[in-house]
């Protein structure tokens, strides 16, 4: 069996290159590689479907068809050209979409994959569109839904043309209500995505989500190779290397690694500590900046869109004279940030999920696989994930209640390590996740779709959608 992973936007390699310097990379990229890896070792064979790029900003994702290094005979990286070389943000990549999909059909002939398995908006609209010409079924991973963003960025009558004219959510919301109708299946990572993102009125009349032949729940899991709590994981370099960034290796700290996205709120981390005096007294601050060896000198190294985020929190530090309990760590791959929350674990420290809506959130899986404590954002995934007592809650938009929360883990991290070490090892390894996709594709193979879509007729008018949606805000 082959099967084909859609995913446009995501720009795949060996190296993991830039995977938190950009909105558009991040999870999402760890998450198909990973079950492409997981589906590789099962003996299936795997194309990772995305778009060329030759821009000198953006090296590494030239190369036509390669790996990641492991399993060459069963997973491939399948680079196409469409929308011109120079790296594009997913934005601006819908008018090309189709021509995506052209070249698909172009790479394989008349010896498409068994089954494809679709990931976000336009990884969807792109199994539509392959779906109308071939008869091709696939699943739908939405990993985040444009109406929830539009929410978080508080869209209204008054801002929505500026907005719009930015993220383009008339055809993200179209090309995600499309992907839901003519999946064989919706997969999501909790049954509160499900039922929260999925129940959105702008998605009203493309799905139910209380329609259980529609969907199937299964988690995302971690590299357990990588992220574990074993010490010779790691090799001396890379202990070298994490050390030195650390300012005080005998202290238990909190621990903040996620890309610099407004959305993350890691400001709120700092805001706990100074409203907290006991938490101070209890801990240090390590926030992870991928990119920067020292942040003060450096800030113009960074996106702008970076620099807005990470400005304000290096003012907040400075104006409250926090900057000696803070380390800054420069993390550039898996296992040194593996190695990182191991060292950080053995302190007694907390890793802090702070952000305003997280729809899964592998971080926190991650950190607790390596030793850490987990106190993260009760909006999302994690309330899911962690409801069973491996981890602490807490309201992100409330620095006084991460305060609480991260004491309240500072205090039980052992406990919290035990639970948390056991859920992974039962529930969110990818073993576990590829081994549900692949049920759910044998599945689907055996009662296949007969009809095809027909997008010209069939694809709703999202504007308008949109336009009655905030008409009903005000």
Not at 3 to 16: C, H, I, S
Not at 115 to 140: K, N, P
Not at 159 to 175: D, L, Q, T, V
Request: aromatic share 8%; proline share 5%.
């Amino acid at each position: 069996m082959k099967v084909a992973f859609l995913n446009p936007q995501g720009n795949f390699d060996r190296e993991d290159s830039y995977l938190t310097e950009h909105p558009d990379f991040g999870g999402q990229l760890v998450y198909v590689k990973e079950v492409a890896l997981a589906l590789g070792r099962a003996g299936i064979e795997v194309d990772i479907l995305t778009r060329q790029i030759d821009d000198p900003e953006w090296r590494g994702f030239s190369k036509s068809v390669d790996d990641f290094g492991e399993l060459e005979d069963k997973v491939r990286i399948i680079r196409l050209p469409f929308g011109g070389a120079a790296f594009l943000p997913k934005e601006a990549l819908w008018p090309h979409l189709p021509e995506f999909v052209d070249q698909i059909m172009s790479f394989y002939g008349d010896d498409l994959p068994d089954y494809c398995t679709a990931h976000y908006a336009d990884g969807g609209y792109s199994a539509c569109l392959l779906r109308e010409r071939s008869g091709l079924g696939f699943t739908f991973t939405g990993h985040s839904l444009g109406a929830q963003k539009m929410d978080k960025l508080g869209v209204n009558l008054a801002n929505w043309n500026a907005i719009e004219a930015r993220f383009r959510f008339s055809r993200r919301i179209a090309a995600e209500r499309l992907s839901m109708q003519w999946a064989d299946t919706v997969i999501t990572s909790t049954h509160e995505e499900r039922m929260e993102q999925y129940g959105h009125r702008l998605y009203e009349s493309a799905i139910t989500p209380g329609d259980d032949a529609r969907f199937r729940v299964i988690p995302p899991g971690i590299n357990t190779v990588i992220f574990n709590q074993g010490e010779a994981t790691d090799d001396d370099k890379t202990r070298e290397i994490v050390s030195r960034q650390i300012n005080h290796p005998d202290t238990p700290h909190v621990v903040v690694s996620s890309r610099l996205d407004g959305k993350k709120n890691i400001a709120a981390v700092v805001e706990a500590f100074i409203h907290s005096r006991a938490l101070r007294e209890r801990a240090r601050l390590a926030l992870f900046v991928r990119g920067l060896d020292d942040p003060w000198s450096q800030l113009d190294l960074l996106r702008g869109d970076e620099r807005e985020v990470l400005r304000p929190i290096l003012d907040l530090i400075e104006a409250n004279n926090l900057r000696s309990s803070v380390s800054f760590l420069n993390i550039g791959s898996q296992r040194q940030l593996a190695c990182a929350y191991r060292q950080f674990g053995r302190m007694g420290s907390v890793f802090a999920l702070p952000s305003l809506f997280e729809p899964f959130g592998l971080a926190p899986i991650e950190a607790a696989a390596c030793g850490l404590a987990v106190a993260a954002t009760k909006n999302g995934g994690p309330s899911e994930i962690f409801a069973g007592g491996a981890g602490i809650l807490f309201d992100p938009e409330h620095p006084a209640d991460i305060a609480r929360a991260l004491l309240e883990a500072l205090g039980a991290q052992a406990s919290l390590v035990r639970r948390s070490t056991e859920l992974v090892r039962t529930r969110y390894t990818w073993e576990q996740t590829a081994e549900r996709y692949l049920d759910q594709i044998k599945a689907n193979l055996r009662t296949p779709m007969t009809q095809r879509p027909d997008l010209g007729r069939d694809e709703p008018d999202a504007s308008r959608l949109i336009s009655a949606y905030l008409g009903s805000l005000n």
